[in-house]
């Protein structure tokens, strides 16, 4: 090992690490994320032995690294280092099980096995239906996870700034401070669509998902865990019909050409609308219907035997049958573009309207959208207004790191007062700041509060210019309903066990108010444990210190605030051993 802290990190924010590093006076090694998922250049295989011996380790974005099985997160894991410092403002995506990865990345299982295996004893009651028993679990996570994580929300950094005003002072004379957050629903005026919609579900529930089985086997995982082969069949045949109908429903929520671009391919689709799009010819979709003309039988690769097992279906053993239920599977999917041409285009316009009223007073507005072909679309269609659209997403030319720069030009802190539109793909949700604008809007609702966060986090920043941002959300309408909508579930998981950074519509978005009438100004150490007492009911991981700090401490509060106010520097250090 080696003294030589390395850092790991999103390329796009590199720039933003190196400063700071400079500024601290220590020089680690900055590796980005993609060389840790596999650069293939000698020197990157060379970088990549410096996270294998360094003795600390600091990683950004850590959520980046949840998939278990991914290049990235087997590089990562093969680290010796005795110290790791790993950061996000996500550590919980989608379910509780990512808190238990993050500690597994941490190593707190051979730091400390007991806490370890007991929150994993609590994953099953943390989403149970008992009200009682998820209640008690989230508490006991709470308390669980203090040793190992330091986490201020956007509430309590809020409240500091409230408490020390004079030591956020920013160039401009501003107090930089996270602004007021109001989350706002907008309405789609879908209704006269819903018995088109009625019918379109009608034939979604039929598919079985054909277009993605393309072959048929036990993996070597699969095998090491003992699971069988008719338990991996059963699984396939339940998820992939899942998916399927998903896909049609997650398509059609954001535009009718993005299912028509799923279904029928990127080609098809700029014919029929006699469009360009401006993708590059390799981020073209093929298209579901195409792919299946195309298709053959699934590779069958599970035992001889169990194709005697009666619950394998007919079309996944013999060629007719299979071509039959492909066939019908085709007809489905156009049987459903079919009723897409009878829908209204109130969905559409009314995302269109919502991002023309936003811009009326002089305002940018950053509008995010999973969908490229549906951000593209758009452009057109603002464009023919008369708004400044530009638009930022992967599959046109340019790399990441060119548009994050053209972006914040257009939109960032030192962005000029003109109104304009940004659209942006997912890919631009992370690594870049945009607060030059003060709304933000959401096509679709995000299922992930990684998702959702990293979104809002583009304008919710202490540096923005506003006192207040607003944040829309789409209303739920009869479609959207099809998909179950995940995010109010897990924002409410998030804020129960580690505390929540972002508000929904609906929500109670009243910031906390700890320090009450008449109070005296806390110090330092007395904000945060009054903070993290009273508000979440649990010490975060730097407790231990602050209790040296203190009447019971080794050096009391007002030593404490004259030394972390001090300008002085320090030449030496002196400590006991």
């Known amino acids: 090992?080696?003294?030589?802290?390395?850092?790991?990190?999103?390329?796009?924010?590199?720039?933003?690490?190196?400063?700071?590093?400079?500024?601290?006076?220590?020089?680690?090694?900055?590796?980005?994320?993609?060389?840790?998922?596999?650069?293939?250049?000698?020197?990157?295989?060379?970088?990549?032995?410096?996270?294998?011996?360094?003795?600390?380790?600091?990683?950004?974005?850590?959520?980046?690294?949840?998939?278990?099985?991914?290049?990235?997160?087997?590089?990562?894991?093969?680290?010796?280092?005795?110290?790791?410092?790993?950061?996000t403002a996500t550590p919980i995506n989608k379910e509780f099980q990512d808190l238990i990865k993050l500690m597994n990345l941490l190593g707190t299982e051979e730091l400390d096995g007991e806490t370890f295996s007991r929150l994993k004893i609590l994953k099953d009651n943390i989403m149970s239906l008992d009200k009682k028993k998820r209640m008690e679990a989230r508490k006991q996570a709470n308390k669980l996870i203090q040793k190992f994580m330091v986490r201020r929300?956007?509430?309590?950094?809020?409240?500091?700034?409230?408490?020390?005003g004079n030591e956020y002072l920013l160039e401009s004379g501003r107090i930089a401070n996270y602004p007021e957050y109001v989350a706002v629903d907008y309405s789609l005026n879908s209704q006269e669509d819903d018995e088109i919609i009625s019918e379109i579900?009608?034939?979604?529930?039929?598919?079985?998902?054909?277009?993605?089985?393309?072959s048929l086997r036990l993996t070597n995982?699969?095998?090491?865990?003992?699971?069988?082969?008719?338990?991996?069949?059963?699984?396939?045949?339940?998820?992939?019909?899942?998916l399927s109908e998903y896909n049609v429903w997650k398509m059609l929520d954001s535009s009718v050409?993005?299912?028509?671009?799923?279904?029928?391919?990127?080609?098809?689709?700029?014919?029929?609308?006699?469009?360009?799009?401006?993708?590059?010819?390799?981020?073209?979709?093929?298209?579901?219907?195409?792919?299946?003309?195309?298709?053959?039988?699934?590779?069958?690769?599970?035992?001889?035997?169990?194709?005697?097992?009666?619950?394998?279906?007919?079309?996944?053993?013999?060629?007719?049958?299979?071509?039959?239920?492909?066939?019908?599977?085709?007809?489905?999917?156009?049987?459903?573009?079919?009723?897409?041409?009878?829908?209204?285009?109130?969905?559409?316009?009314?995302k269109i309207n919502c991002i023309v009223e936003s811009i009326k007073n002089n305002e940018k507005t950053v509008v995010f959208e999973t969908s490229n072909i549906t951000l593209l679309f758009l452009e057109k269609e603002l464009t023919k207004l008369g708004v400044e659209a530009h638009t930022f997403i992967g599959s046109t030319k340019g790399n990441?790191?060119?548009?994050?720069?053209?972006?914040?030009?257009?939109?960032?802190?030192d962005s000029d007062n003109r109104s304009r539109v940004a659209l942006l793909s997912d890919m631009m949700s992370e690594g870049i700041n945009l607060q030059g604008?003060?709304?933000?809007?959401?096509?679709?609702?995000?299922?992930?509060?990684?998702?959702?966060?990293?979104?809002?986090?583009?304008?919710d920043r202490m540096n923005t210019r506003f006192n207040e941002i607003k944040i829309y959300y789409p209303k739920k309408d009869l479609l959207s309903s099809q998909m179950r909508p995940y995010l109010k579930e897990?924002?409410?998981?998030?804020g129960d066990v580690i505390g929540s950074n972002i508000i929904l519509p609906n929500d109670d978005n009243e910031i906390d108010k700890l320090s009450e009438e008449g109070e005296e100004m806390l110090s330092s150490i007395e904000m945060n444990e009054k903070m993290f007492s009273e508000r979440n009911g649990l010490f975060d991981a730097f407790h231990d210190v602050r209790e040296l700090i203190g009447e019971e401490g080794l050096i009391s509060s007002l030593e404490y605030e004259e030394m972390r106010t001090s300008n002085a520097k320090v030449m030496a250090y002196v400590g006991y051993v």
Not at 490 to 494: A, F, I, P, Y
């Open 201 to 214: 579900s009608s034939y979604t529930k039929e598919l079985l998902g054909i277009a993605r089985i393309s």
């Open 490 to 494: 897990r924002n409410k998981l998030v």
């Open 437 to 459: 604008s003060s709304t933000l809007i959401h096509l679709t609702t995000p299922s992930t509060i990684r998702l959702a966060e990293q979104r809002v986090g583009r304008v």
């Open 221 to 242: 995982e699969q095998k090491k865990l003992g699971i069988t082969e008719k338990q991996t069949l059963d699984r396939i045949l339940k998820s992939q019909p899942a």
């Open 153 to 164: 929300t956007r509430n309590d950094l809020r409240y500091i700034v409230e408490n020390r």
């Open 1 to 87: 090992t080696n003294l030589i802290p390395v850092m790991v990190c999103p390329a796009s924010v590199e720039k933003n690490w190196r400063p700071l590093f400079d500024d601290l006076g220590i020089r680690p090694e900055v590796i980005s994320t993609g060389i840790v998922s596999g650069g293939r250049k000698e020197s990157s295989k060379n970088r990549l032995k410096l996270i294998n011996r360094t003795n600390l380790l600091a990683v950004d974005e850590i959520h980046n690294f949840y998939g278990t099985s991914s290049n990235r997160t087997k590089n990562l894991s093969e680290n010796l280092a005795d110290s790791r410092i790993f950061m």
């Open 257 to 350: 050409p993005a299912l028509y671009e799923h279904l029928r391919g990127t080609g098809e689709l700029e014919k029929k609308l006699d469009w360009l799009s401006g993708k590059e010819k390799p981020t073209y979709a093929q298209g579901v219907i195409n792919k299946l003309r195309e298709m053959t039988m699934p590779e069958w690769g599970f035992s001889e035997e169990f194709k005697q097992d009666k619950t394998v279906p007919n079309w996944l053993l013999d060629y007719k049958e299979f071509e039959d239920a492909k066939n019908n599977e085709i007809k489905l999917y156009e049987s459903i573009l079919e009723l897409t041409d009878k829908l209204s285009n109130s969905r559409f316009n009314s």
């Open 400 to 413: 990441k790191r060119k548009k994050v720069d053209e972006a914040e030009e257009l939109f960032g802190l």
